[in-house]
């Protein structure tokens, strides 16, 4: 089971959620596994009081986030997953079943870690920040807020012949993910592979990442990278991208402040 530390350190992230009954249901799985953070990205705002579903779950939904944005809702998390029916969707991602998902998220919520701005003066502290993120009812979640994720996860479910690639209704969906991630783990967890001891990368922040992203957009565009190889200067194949260098806490600084440089020399060119 997981501390009362480590549920505090999920973050269910419900992308164009629309129906309010649903809603209510992913607030009740919550509440029912001991989860209590809950944001909802949305172009307009919900009316959380008609989610009459959320059976003995009023805290959760009281304490409900509303964000503007997946980058919004995600920024100071560690791990960002995304869930996905995979369907015939062509996956930029690499994909996980449930359980291997729910050992790597337990790891990383274990995971000790430093604050970002004195990272060799002071102990480790307590592990990372994950976000679960569950997209539209109708659509899943699009490629481009795909694009926010360090990996997908999906729910292995019978196939029928001459049927349409099944999904689960978010609710279920919801509280399936977070049954797996709660259930006792001794054995599981044991397949999760750990790189040597002291060899361990800190994680870092969605916020980092996303800002390593907006200049590596920015070097692009000042070096007319984008002019001559447009095809791969899309925002979410970008920020795939960066997601895949694999930076952690310690490298991130640095990244930024490279390209940070990069842009001032360029600049300095053209002046």
């Given at each position: 089971m997981l501390s009362e530390s480590e549920l505090d350190r999920v973050c269910v992230v419900l992308v164009r959620?629309?129906?309010?009954?649903?809603?209510?249901?992913?607030?009740?799985?919550?509440?029912?596994?001991?989860?209590?953070?809950?944001r909802v990205v949305n172009e307009f705002a919900m009316p959380f009081t008609a989610a009459k579903s959320a059976v003995d779950a009023?805290?959760?939904?009281?304490?409900?986030?509303?964000?503007?944005?997946?980058?919004?809702?995600?920024?100071?998390?560690?791990?960002?997953?995304?869930?996905?029916?995979?369907?015939?969707?062509?996956?930029?991602?690499e994909l996980l079943?449930?359980?291997?998902?729910?050992?790597?998220?337990?790891?990383?919520?274990?995971?000790?870690?430093h604050d970002d701005e004195a990272v060799m003066d002071r102990a480790p502290e307590?592990?990372?920040?994950?976000?679960?993120?569950?997209?539209?009812?109708?659509?899943?979640?699009?490629?481009e807020e795909?694009?926010?994720?360090?990996?997908?996860?999906?729910v292995p479910m019978h196939e029928y012949e001459g049927v349409r690639h099944p999904s689960m209704n978010l609710g279920q969906a919801v509280a399936v993910c977070l049954y797996e991630l709660v259930r006792d783990p001794t054995h599981d967890d044991k397949a999760v592979v750990k790189g040597a001891p002291g060899d361990v990368a800190e994680p870092v922040a969605a916020a980092q990442l996303e800002r390593?992203?907006?200049?590596?957009?920015?070097?692009?565009?000042?070096?007319?990278?984008?002019?001559?190889?447009?095809?791969?200067?899309?925002?979410?194949?970008?920020?795939?991208?960066?997601?895949r260098i694999g930076v952690d806490a310690v490298d991130a600084p640095v990244w930024m402040g490279f390209l940070k440089q990069v842009l001032w020399k360029l600049e300095g060119r053209r002046e």
């Open positions: 959620a629309r129906n309010p009954s649903n809603i209510g249901a992913v607030a009740r799985a919550m509440h029912d596994f001991g989860f209590r953070r809950l009023s805290a959760v939904m009281a304490g409900a986030v509303t964000c503007a944005s997946v980058a919004d809702a995600v920024a100071d998390c560690t791990l960002v997953v995304g869930t996905t029916a995979v369907g015939e969707r062509d996956l930029q991602h079943v449930l359980a291997e998902g729910a050992a790597r998220m337990r790891a990383e919520l274990r995971e000790p870690t307590v592990g990372g920040t994950v976000a679960v993120l569950f997209g539209s009812e109708k659509t899943g979640l699009s490629n795909l694009s926010h994720c360090n990996w997908l996860l999906t390593i992203t907006a200049l590596m957009n920015e070097v692009m565009e000042a070096t007319e990278y984008t002019r001559r190889h447009a095809h791969n200067c899309d925002p979410a194949h970008v920020r795939r991208l960066v997601r």
